[in-house]
């Protein structure tokens, strides 16, 4: 299938400037030739802004690399035919090649930690390309990269041109790398997942910086993700691509209005779409598409799992954690980082609290101190009423049978040495909750529950997928039949349609014991679908909180309006409708030592829905002045 | 919670290795416990696991099975020498003094005319137990010393550093010399004179190469313990101690496998430098070092008397760090071959 669908030719683009045609990606692995993209077509016309999108190994990123022939030659085979201007670049020689990377062609990776390099200054690495490419002068060149990092919108251009990366924020990183990428004014600029290492208000920002840029430059971007949010919010034209393969492509409002192919019914009908909730009062099921059929699998309410009146399961109070930060000659200590400053709430059987926030905010750190996995500095946290941070070493041992973690990156969370089924029964017998044999039958059973099935615990961690190690981890949780888990971005890291299907999985499981979850998330879209009630958290306190539907429905805090206004809506009718964001970042933490936190008031909107009060630093951003 | 016969696996992995393996190869000695270690339960069904899988990655690294094959015929041909080559070591025959290999002595002669080949087979078996004895001692030194350090959150770890880097910086040659002075007698009269001078051979060179096993493993636990699936067994209530055995090091063997394999040729190495300088076993008991030693007079008119010993203990160290290659290959469960 080479073309699923021919594209629809976009308004004024009459010769493409990118032409792919039969793409084919092979590897070497063991010896043995694999093909993982098996023959892709699509154009980029002058001016045009075309995503690939796809989950991972759907072979997006290969496809764009191979158009840079960016892969090792050796173990590598790359076909078909990519013209660009006219000119077969897979024919090219290496050194013509060369010529066209960073200069007609360039490309801005993921992670802007590390596509920079740590040793040189920022301005050396913009004007490296300048003078590489168009001769300049060490002085022009530097000149020009002020100029640039001036457009890119980074403050104080000219005096932060010597700073070495480590200076800058993710988000200004990644700037820097966009202002490389069109330091030779590029006719074509490749994206590979820019914003996905990014929080939403930064990944917002740079949006919005990529399409300015593109207009005033006229310059093509090949967009590279696996964000239906950001391909509605900024590409004109869509290819979807699944195990290689094209799978659709057209003009992206109408693959959002009305896709053909089943497997883009089953992407878009996963995406979890914010707002998407307004009037439900409980959690929802995410419909699940067969990518195959595209029968439709409507999901059957859930019961209310919420019994009111009785006594919580977790009451967290005046919550407070802090990091030293030492230094000098004898380590003394110099500062702290504030990164949970007094928070409280309380969490039910059965019922969900969201706490939502950017990084550093401090949401893991909660999670990790409910936990006492780090120590506290103060509050209480009642367990069942029994205050966990007093209990000795073997007492906290005991009661963690009650409180379990599902974290992010399952691979990370699973021992790579041990099986699964090790590792499943391991809390079962670290507990005593049962002999070697009980475990055993407990292990395939939870395995079952979890939707795998039990021959698979003889396996280790590196067999499985994704989305199946994320059932491992939960599997593992729900062992010592806890009352709370906290689930730290438990399905951030997975594939959208294993996320929908990894969070039905939690609420079934939630309808079933009467879990408690902390869930802790980034992702709005997420946390509105599966939480009873939500916390807004900003520089290590709460800013907001109370019930989902009041959240978000009636945001007060600027902040949270800044959070929702940033995320990016699946649906390129209302492409423009979310407010500019400003391009302020997080502050930080870091206090001094004799620092004493201001005493904050909080003031209650609506039953169950307060708010802190906010200071005038937030007045004059202009979101919204108080209610 | 790990024990192999309870989760149905064979309790002895080394035995389904090879045959070959299993016939007491030095590295594998230290390796006995890696293996088990890394092979928590096997399933019976059609898939390779367990011993099988590891013994399947280490085929596939050709030099290490080489080496193997290397080893196991030097450990053998010490071990079993004296039943096919029965020449007493000290079996003077001033007749055949500095003669070169010939059918009667195929190593040649030394410059009393005993056999070369018959010293080497009863020189080799001392060479490779010092080798093996000191990389235990080293290993079990530097482990214990390195997950102390690592684990510690208070001041232990410094100061266990602070010795290890004492220990670094200590000139190692002239100390060797100054315990053996010192201490030579007193292990003398309690273990014989072989054994008192391979017990103090042994903990001397091993308590001078404890070192960078015990950085090394530190380093390891430093971001072992940082680890998720750490913290994970860690909110389900293991105790630290439980973390440490079968979570971090386990984790943490790879590189430890190959520091000792690499502590068995350096003492290999070492015992061969005090045997030279004559400080080691006394001149009658013959090791690799001690006939090269002898040898070095003699270079000019009987070079096969140091060529032999010589090579011999090249192959040794050769071998045995190529099998340390495939091992940490091998018992590292992700990678794919």
Redesign the interface.
Known sequence: MPTAVSAPVSAAVSTPLLEVENLTTAFR?DGAWREVVHGVSFTVGARETVALVGESGSGKSVSALAVMRLHPRQASRVGGRVLFEGRDLLALPEPAMRGLRGDAIAMVFQEPMTSLNPVLTIGFQIAEGLMLHRGLGREAAEAEAVRLLDRVRIPAARSRLHDHPHRFSGGMRQRVVIAMALACRPKLLIADEPTTALDVTVQAQILDLLKELQDQEGMAVLFITHDMGVVAEIADRTVVMRHGRAVEAGDTAEIFRGAHHPYTRALLSSVPKLGSMAGETRPLRFPIVSATTGAVDVPPGLPDTVTPGQRPVLEVSGLTTRFDIRGGLLGKVRGCVHAVEGVSFTLGAGETLALVGESGCGKSTTGRSV?R?IEPAAGSVLLDGEDVLTLGPAAL??R??R???I???PF????????V??AI???I???RLGT?AEARARTADLLQRVGLTP?MA???P?EFSGGQRQRI?IA?ALA?RPRLIVADESVSALDVSVKAQVVNLMLELQAEFGLAFLFISHDMAVVERVSHRVAVMYLGEIVEMGPRAAVFGDPQHPYTRRLLAAVPVPDPARRGARHKVSADEIRNPIRALDYVPPVRQYREVSPGHVVQAWGEEWEPKGTSAAA | MRDPAVLGLDPTPAAMGSPLVAEGTAALVAAAPALAAAVPDAAPARRRSGPHEVWHRFSRHRLALVSVVVLAMLVLGVLLGPLLWPIAIDDIDFSAMLQGPSAAHPFGTDDLGQDILARMISGGRISLAVGVSAMLVATVVGLTVGSLAGMSRGALGPVLMWVTDLFLALPQLPLLLLLIYLFRDTLKRIFGVEGGVFVMIVLVIGGLGWMPVARLVRAQFLSLREKEFVEAARSQGATTFHLVLHHILPNALGPVIVAGTIEVSSAIIAESTLSFLGLGFPPDIPTWGRILFDAKDHLDVAPHWALFPGAAIFLTVLSINFIGDGLRDALDARRVV
């Open positions: 692995r936990l996995l041992r005991e963690r049978k409180m379990q973690m974290f992010q990156d990370a969370s699973l021992d790579p040495r041990m099986s089924g090790a029964a391991e809390p017998l670290l507990n070697r021959d003889s396996r280790f590196h981890c593992r010592v």
